[in-house]
């Protein structure tokens, strides 16, 4: 019986990709926070993004994964540093925050953290998981995912291609610019 | 040594806490934009976890509902991205910059 072995043995090599995809995550979200520099803002929010791909790939959400990379990191982050590049003199522009601002931000954040920490633990130690994650080869096949889409919420998934269409209508009107009009 | 949903609350709020910190801490309003979506990327990694840890389903129905949750708040945020990014061209085309202290008032001078 190597069975317990092996779920051990599972079970270590979840906690070291969810430790390695936690710093990348956490690490470039710092980054993200602290950098003046825009394009090196951006480059970091790609690696805390690829990062939180990673970590639906651990939850079992491998079409989730997918899209995060496709969607996000191919295509809102690119449309960002397309963004940087037509609104900058230079792509390397710098706007510094104020030190009043600095403290403020800062004194927020920490506070935040620690009593967001402080609530989850105290909420977790009170309500332990009732039911047990899902195991076996594929339990969430992106097959399920299809037929939920089309079937329990297609009303939204209909409103979502709607939107879609009106927003890249007004996105066109938006970014055009006055000096095309007469 | 498992992983269980507290990891994943602790890294999503620290995430969330990175993204609110960005949206103060920045004066470009493409920083902004940035921050807006850590946040959402928080959001997201929890209804993910809750899924998959508190509300999986049985092996022959899984609840997706979480994951479902995560696929429309990436097209909200890929929908948001493009409209702000819209205003921030609409705006620089105006005023030559895109520094949010200069954008109390969106209308052309004079």
Redesign the interface.
Known sequence: MNLPLAISETATATAVLFYALALMCAGSAVVVVVSRNIVRTAVALMFSLVGVAGLYFLLNAEFLAAVQLVVYAGGTLILMIFGVMLTSRSPTSRFEPSKSEVVVAVSIGVVLMVSLTAALLHWTRRNPPQSAPLTGEHPYAVAELGKALLGDYLVPFELASVLLLSVMIGAAYLAKGRRDLP | ???????????A??????????I????????I???V??VL?AA??NL??F?????????AH?L?TG??F???I??????E???A??????F???FST??VERANEMREQG
Not at chain 2, 51 to 59: E, K
Not at chain 2, 74 to 79: E, Q, S, T, W
Not at chain 2, 85 to 90: D, G, N, R, Y
């Open positions: 040594m498992t992983i269980g949903l507290t990891h994943f609350l602790v890294l709020a620290f995430l969330f806490v990175c993204g609110l910190m960005t103060l801490l920045k004066r470009n309003a493409i920083g934009l940035m921050g979506e850590l990327n997201n990694v993910v976890a899924n998959y840890y508190q509300h999986p389903g049985s092996a899984p997706l994951q479902i995560a696929i429309f990436i097209v909200l945020a890929a929908a991205a493009a409209v990014l819209a205003i921030f061209l609409s620089y085309n105006s895109i520094d």
